[in-house]
């Protein structure tokens, strides 16, 4: 229905074993984000001090390099594989996680909650699992949902690069990248690629804007 690639491989199919790819690599890219981001910020909003100071700099550090660069050295160090590039894409997105994670718990750790919870002699672990954490999540799943929006464009840009998922396995970057060489007269190999990758992230996008 939507054509055939260079190779004769329909893409329809193609299209449709993508999306596995794409989301796979967005969710996993996400919770790897939000587990390192949350370990982050919350330890350096509860305790402050040179904890805070110290990861703080990290996530300065991390912020101060171009996220595509920084996925593209790492990439061509560590390999081509699903598994490394979303560790790799997950490890980037986490110093924004960090950030917003470490401000709610720099206001919540002094709440009448956190307060009497400290007061009861309650550790500091649990005070950050049970009680603050819970209260600072919110702006951590708007986070998510645009995260794996920008998951999904880096992994099909990279897989555009030829940098991405390794063929023969179907992604939309790949997909996307075969138009390259036939542009002029291929162009359903762009267009239909190109409109699941921009559907998929105007709408996550949307879910994120409605939670916010």
Same mark, same amino acid.
């Given at each position: 229905?939507?054509? #055939?690639?260079?190779? $004769?491989?329909? +893409? ?6 993508? /999306? ?5 690599? !967005?969710?996993?890219?996400? !919770? ?18 040179? +904890?805070? +100071? ?6 300065? /550090?991390?912020l ?43 206001? =919540? ?5 956190? +307060?009497?919870?400290?007061? /009861? ?11 603050? =954490? ?10 998510? #949902?645009?995260?794996?929006? $920008? ?12 940098l ?24 359903w ?12 992230? /105007? ?10």
């Amino acid at each position: 229905l939507l054509g #055939t690639d260079d190779t $004769g491989r329909d +893409v329809l199919s193609r299209l449709i074993w993508g /999306t596995r790819i794409s989301m796979t690599v !967005g969710f996993i890219a996400v !919770g790897i984000s939000i587990v390192i981001g949350v370990l982050m910020g919350a330890a350096a909003g509860f305790y402050r001090g040179w +904890v805070d +100071v110290v990861i703080l700099r990290v996530i300065e /550090t991390m912020l101060c390099f171009p996220g595509l660069i920084l996925i593209l050295a790492l990439i061509a160090f560590l390999g081509r594989d699903i598994k490394i590039l979303m560790a790799v894409i997950g490890v980037i997105g986490a110093p924004e996680v960090a950030r917003l994670v470490r401000g709610e718990f720099l206001r =919540l750790r002094e709440a009448d909650f956190a +307060v009497a919870a400290r007061a /009861t002699g309650l550790g500091d672990l649990r005070i950050m699992l049970r009680h603050i =954490l819970p209260n600072a999540l919110a702006p951590v799943l708007v986070e998510a #949902t645009f995260g794996v929006a $920008g998951a999904i464009i880096a992994e099909s840009a990279l897989s555009f690069l030829g940098l991405g998922v390794p063929p023969p396995t179907a992604s939309w970057g790949e997909i996307l990248s075969q138009s390259k060489r036939y542009v002029d007269f291929a162009w359903w190999l762009v267009v239909f690629p190109g409109a699941a990758i921009f559907v998929t992230v /105007t709408a996550f996008n949307l879910v994120g804007e409605g939670l916010r």
